[in-house]
């Protein structure tokens, strides 16, 4: 199975009708964790990720929706039950929710650019990262903020030890041909930058060099969709 990232653009307001159909697809757990949320752009982004990696589980394992169950690390990493070969991660932020499906450790961070306070860097970044940051123009600072911060979640989420992996004691650094490499060495892992919107960077990290070209953009109606239909019926279907 080759690998998949989909992505799904959060409205200003989702239909009350299809909101309440997408928060009965998830698990209960789920459910009572969107509805303590106090800011309904919060509970959109939490409720699209969760439907968004269901969905993109029972289209690729041909599951029905009710048969999926997550189980958890130490450090609240999700793996599927019953299929631990198969690896996802989910990022949101602003406007976008986003989703990294493969049969290598996964990862993937997507981040609004906005201004931030560089003395954040000083304490997250290594050293290396610092320097080069510094050394960016005053107009290419934030962005490059963003596109290191991306790299470097992406990488602490595919290992799945949380914070347990202090960001400074790390580096990734972009390339003139925009290769990214990691330091220090010896883990065979690797990253793609995406272009998803203004305003946006994103960054996938894999511990298998597969990555697709191109993201998928989905709609709630074809979450619906999806989420609705019975996948096993598939799997009897010439």
Same mark, same amino acid.
């Given at each position: 199975?080759?690998?998949? !990232? ?5 409205? %200003?307001?989702?239909?009350?009708? =299809? @909101?309440?159909? +997408? *928060? ?91 201004? !931030? ?5 000083? %304490?997250?970044?290594?050293?290396? =990262? @610092?320097?080069? +940051? *510094? ?104």
């Amino acid at each position: 199975m080759s690998a998949e !990232i989909v992505v799904i653009e959060v409205p %200003s307001i989702i239909n009350i009708n =299809e @909101y309440n159909m +997408l *928060l009965s697809l998830v698990s209960k757990e789920k459910r009572s964790q969107i509805n303590r949320f106090r800011l309904v752009k919060d509970a959109y982004r939490t409720l699209l990720g969760e439907a968004l990696i269901r969905t993109a589980i029972m289209s690729r394992l041909g599951v029905p929706n009710e048969n999926i169950a997550f189980s958890y690390n130490e450090y609240g990493k999700p793996t599927l039950i019953g299929c631990e070969g198969l690896h996802f991660n989910v990022s949101h932020s602003g406007d976008w929710v986003v989703a990294f499906v493969s049969t290598a450790a996964v990862g993937i961070d997507v981040e609004e650019v906005r201004p !931030i306070d560089m003395n954040i860097a000083s %304490s997250y970044f290594a050293k290396e =990262e @610092y320097r080069e +940051l *510094l050394a960016k123009s005053e107009g290419e600072r934030t962005a490059f903020f963003y596109e290191l911060w991306t790299l470097k979640e992406s990488y602490i989420k595919a290992k799945g030890e949380g914070l347990s992996i202090p960001l400074h004691s790390f580096s990734v650094a972009i390339q003139s041909d925009r290769t990214i490499t990691l330091k220090p060495e010896g883990e065979n892992v690797y990253f793609k930058q995406y272009q998803l919107a203004p305003h946006y960077k994103m960054a996938a990290c894999s511990f298998k060099n597969k990555f697709p070209l191109t993201v998928s953009h989905w709609s709630i109606e074809e979450l619906l969709v999806q989420l609705s239909f019975d996948w096993s019926l598939r799997k009897i279907q010439p």
